[in-house]
């Protein structure tokens, strides 16, 4: 596994607050945030953000990446058009947990709107604690490569 201990975020307009609050806790728990905004509350396109963020993972510049929108769906659908990337929108622990360990996600969204700051700093820790597990899941996940 890599030790690149580099996360990017992003979000769209709707999930500032809570993309900054990940940033802190993240930071707290010994990796790098890179926070690629937007900083401002004006209306903006969740894609750009989605994709920016993906192209940070794809690259190797960052392990993972950490997205953000109203529901966590649109950046999220944004995200996995980029090649190498897989991500999902999770609401939950157990399905960070899952996303990692059965599916080597490499990226995570969250809704904004769908869950509160703690929730999402619980989801946060969940996906960073798992570890993937391979084996008859490695296999699917090749799969699903292009």
Known sequence: ??????????????????????ATHITDLGWEAVDIG????ESTHYPKHGRAA???VASGDCRFGIILCGTGQGIMMAANKVAGIR?????????????RAHNNANMLSIGA?????????????????AEFEGGRHGTRVDMIEP
């Open 1 to 22: 596994m890599s030790t690149n201990k580099r996360i990017v975020l992003s979000s769209d307009h709707a999930a500032i607050n809570l993309r900054q609050a990940i």
């Open 38 to 41: 937007p900083n401002t509350t």
């Open 54 to 56: 993906a192209l940070q």
């Open 87 to 99: 991500c999902g929108v999770c609401a939950d622990a157990f399905s960070a947990r899952m996303i």
């Open 113 to 129: 709107r769908v869950v509160g700051d703690a929730l999402a700093i619980d989801i946060v820790d969940a996906f960073l604690n």
